[in-house]
C-alpha cells in the first residue's frame, strides 16, 4: 500500500492521497505494480532501482583470496563461502538458511552479517529471533560452518568480493539492493521467488538463480550458482 498515515484533519483538509502531479519512485516492478493497482497513473510512476557505487562495489579479477583472507582466515579457497546481508529480523529469513546448509557439503560455509538491535519495542522479538538461529546451528552440529556477525558493517564490499554466492531468502523485499551491489561485484546470487523485484534483474545460468522457498531446491541452486562461469558474471 503507498499511502502513508496521516492525521484524519490533514486528510480533511488536504485528501488522503499524494498530489495529482506527484511523481512516485519505485524501486522495482513489484513497487510500480502495487501504485498502479491503488489507482496511480502509469505516468506518475517512475520505475528505478536503488543505485550502487561502482567505485566500491564492483568486479576485482584474481583478489578474491586477498578478501578472504583478511575477513575469513579460517575459510581457505577449498571452501564455498555463502554469504548473506540482512538485518537479523524475521522476515530476512536467516533461519531458512540453517536448513539449507544442512543440505549442502562440508566444504560449504555460510556467513551471515547484519544489525541485531538491542532496544526498542523490537529488541525482543529479534533478540529471540536470534537465539532460535544460534539453537538451529547448534542443533544441527554447524558451528563449524555457520558463521553468525550481529552488528551493522560499513565496509560490505569486501564481504562481497569475498564471497562464493550471495543469498537473499528474504520472505518480502521491495527490492534488496545488496543483491545489485553483489552482481556489480561480479558475484551470482541465489534468490527467493518473489516476483517482480529479483526476477528484473537476476538471469538464471548466467548471473544467479530465483528459487521457491525449498531448502533442498536451495541447495541445488547454490551449488549450480557456484559453477557460473566467470565471463559471465
Known amino acids: 500500500n503507498p499511502h502513508q498515515y496521516e492525521p484524519k484533519l490533514v486528510s480533511v483538509l488536504f485528501g488522503d492521497r499524494l498530489p495529482k502531479g506527484a511523481v512516485?519512485?519505485?524501486?522495482?516492478?513489484a513497487l510500480k505494480d502495487a501504485c498502479l493497482n491503488?489507482?496511480?497513473r502509469d505516468d506518475q510512476l517512475w520505475c528505478r532501482p536503488n543505485p550502487v557505487d561502482e567505485s566500491r562495489f564492483n568486479y576485482e579479477a584474481g583478489r578474491k583470496a586477498l578478501h578472504r583472507n583478511g575477513l575469513f582466515p579460517a575459510i581457505d579457497e577449498s571452501n564455498v563461502l555463502i554469504l548473506y546481508l540482512a538485518k537479523f529480523i524475521p522476515l530476512k529469513n536467516q533461519l531458512f538458511l540453517v536448513d539449507v546448509m544442512?543440505?549442502?557439503?562440508?566444504?560449504?560455509k555460510l556467513v551471515?552479517?547484519?544489525p541485531l538491535v538491542d532496544s526498542g519495542p523490537?529488541?525482543?522479538?529479534?533478540?529471540?529471533?536470534?537465539?532460535?538461529?544460534?539453537?538451529?546451528?547448534h542443533g544441527?552440529?554447524?558451528?563449524?560452518?555457520?558463521?553468525?556477525?550481529?552488528r551493522f558493517i560499513s565496509d560490505p564490499?569486501?564481504?562481497?568480493?569475498?564471497?562464493?554466492?550471495?543469498?537473499m531468502p528474504t520472505v518480502q523485499e521491495a527490492l534488496g539492493t545488496p543483491f545489485l551491489e553483489a552482481l556489480a561485484c561480479g558475484v551470482p546470487v541465489v534468490a527467493n521467488n518473489i516476483p517482480g523485484v529479483f526476477d528484473q534483474w537476476i538471469r538464471p545460468g548466467v548471473n544467479g538463480y530465483i528459487c521457491d522457498l525449498d531448502a533442498t531446491l536451495w541447495a541445488e541452486k547454490i551449488t549450480m550458482a557456484t559453477r557460473i562461469p566467470e565471463e559471465n558474471r
Open 24 to 29: 512516485v519512485v519505485c524501486l522495482s516492478q
Open 38 to 40: 491503488h489507482g496511480y
Open 102 to 108: 544442512s543440505h549442502l557439503p562440508d566444504h560449504f
Open 112 to 114: 551471515m552479517v547484519g
Open 122 to 137: 523490537l529488541a525482543k522479538r529479534d533478540g529471540d529471533y536470534y537465539a532460535a538461529i544460534e539453537e538451529a546451528v
Open 140 to 150: 544441527r552440529g554447524l558451528e563449524d560452518r555457520v558463521q553468525l556477525i550481529p
Open 157 to 167: 564490499q569486501d564481504y562481497m568480493k569475498a564471497a562464493d554466492v550471495l543469498v
